[in-house]
């Protein structure tokens, strides 16, 4: 089931906590973290991720603490979610390190990666606002439309994914079991 972990919700609570300080006030990790009762160092965790994927930056000392890189009209959802999830596979097929013992007979391969590219687009068209302002009015970003995903797109990594798995497969064959 696709669900979000709980970094994935202390990150967008920080964010939403980050995006009401004055512009240029910095919020610290405790600040934060007490604010909203999350255990103070799982917090810092939260931060260190989004800094080191330059959704926040830090600046250390007395004056120090968080802040945002950018608004949070220009952070899409994805971007926060890889973050803590990396990506986002329905089934293992479509991951780029996972072959499916079933892939050489697979006939839903093609529809799964289609289903995965279309939750992927949508996620990465929804920016951390339009997320915030639901149930306040309708965003307009929250809509998902049939021409989401690319078939030709979804076609070559079909192919490409078959061919790592086949080559994969191969490699295996070549290396014995047991020494």
């Known amino acids: 089931m696709f669900k979000l972990n709980r970094k994935t919700e202390y ?12 512009e240029g006030e910095r919020a610290r990790v405790k600040e934060i973290a007490d604010h909203y009762r999350i255990p103070t160092h799982v917090m810092a965790k939260v931060l260190q991720s989004l800094k ?25 959802f994805a971007s926060v979610f890889k973050c803590f999830s990396g990506s986002v596979g329905l089934v ?6 996972a072959c499916c013992q079933q892939d050489t007979f ?13 939750i992927m687009s949508f996620l990465e068209n929804i920016t951390i606002t339009d997320l ?5 009015h309708q965003p307009q970003n929250l809509s ?21 798995c086949k080559s994969g ?11």
């Open 11 to 22: 990150a967008l609570l920080a964010l939403r906590y980050l995006s009401r300080r004055p």
């Open 52 to 76: 080191a994927n330059a959704i926040v930056t830090a600046t250390t000392g007395p004056q120090g603490g968080y802040n945002l890189t950018r608004a949070l009209d220009e952070i899409s």
């Open 92 to 97: 293992d097929c479509v991951e780029a390190s």
């Open 106 to 118: 697979c006939d839903i391969q093609t529809p799964m990666l289609v289903l995965n590219m279309a």
């Open 132 to 136: 915030f302002a639901a149930g306040l």
């Open 144 to 164: 998902l439309s049939r021409e989401t995903a690319s078939y030709e797109g979804i076609g070559r990594a079909v192919l490409r994914r078959q061919e790592q």
């Open 169 to 179: 497969r191969e490699h295996r064959a070549e290396v014995p079991d047991s020494v």
